[in-house]
T-cell receptor, first 118, second 113 residues
Framework: GAVVSQHPSRVICKSGTSVKIECRSLDFQATTMFWYRQFPKKSLMLMATSNEGSKATYEQGVEKDKFLINHASLTLSTLTVTSAHPEDSSFYIC??????????????FGPGTRLTVL | DQQVKQNSPSLSVQEGRISILNCDYTNSMFDYFLWYKKYPAEGPTFLISISSIKDKNEDGRFTVFLNKSAKHLSLHIVPSQPGDSAVYFCAASENNYGQNFVFGPGTRLSVLP
């Protein structure tokens, strides 16, 4: 199956610093990648949809200046949490969906990144 | 308004028995459905999918049933194993490529040995 990786898997930072999380599709090209956030014992919350070569589309309530998304290539999307605060501590998960012809490919998820802001 | 609903937040089943996880949706434009399994501190893993042209899809111990008229689908796991204990998410999409799947809130399955 398709593999999506995330780096780092875990990061601890001080309040006020910025943190970059990378999401890579390892064996397929992903024209679209998605960024989710999951709070403890809660469902996945879609933050934004990232399309290669264009600006990300953010969900209502998600600050685009706070969560910077760049989809530089068909295999890489990055999420930068700027000026992180303790309330940004969460589990961030990316996913990628490959489009090939008329097939309905599955959305594949990365392993997630645990961010802890002190 | 939640377009994909999983009304049971949790379910406990004895090992060896059948687990049935339910999912309801409201958007009649949804035509493709998936089930994901998620362990704590890991990303969701794809389990099985079904297109609206089918009413059943089977893969090993996992079977998904779709009732379009009722806008309902279910995931059957038989026999259930302790390793199946996880959170299961139902997801749906319309016929629009590149768009995000809409996820349900998840059901936590506990398989008791």
């Amino acid at each position: 199956g398709a593999v999506v990786s995330q780096h780092p898997s875990r990061v601890i930072c001080k309040s006020g610093t910025s943190v970059k999380i990378e999401c890579r599709s390892l064996d397929f090209q992903a024209t679209t990648m998605f960024w989710y956030r999951q709070f403890p014992k809660k469902s996945l919350m879609l933050m934004a949809t990232s399309n290669e070569g264009s600006k990300a589309t953010y969900e209502q309530g998600v600050e685009k200046d706070k969560f910077l998304i760049n989809h530089a290539s068909l295999t890489l999307s990055t999420l930068t949490v700027t000026s992180a605060h303790p309330e940004d501590s969460s589990f961030y998960i990316c996913s990628a969906r490959a489009i090939s012809g008329r097939s309905r490919d599955t959305q594949y998820f990365g392993p997630g990144t645990r961010l802890t802001v002190l | 308004d939640q377009q994909v609903k999983q009304n049971s937040p949790s379910l406990s089943v004895q090992e060896g028995r059948i687990s049935i996880l339910n999912c309801d949706y409201t958007n009649s434009m949804f035509d493709y459905f998936l089930w994901y399994k998620k362990y704590p501190a890991e990303g969701p893993t794809f389990l099985i999918s079904i297109s609206s042209i089918k009413d059943k899809n089977e893969d090993g111990r996992f079977t998904v049933f779709l009732n379009k008229s009722a806008k309902h689908l279910s995931l059957h796991i038989v026999p259930s194993q302790p390793g199946d204990s996880a959170v299961y998410f139902c997801a749906a999409s319309e016929n629009n490529y590149g768009q995000n799947f809409v996820f349900g809130p998840g059901t936590r399955l506990s398989v008791l040995p």
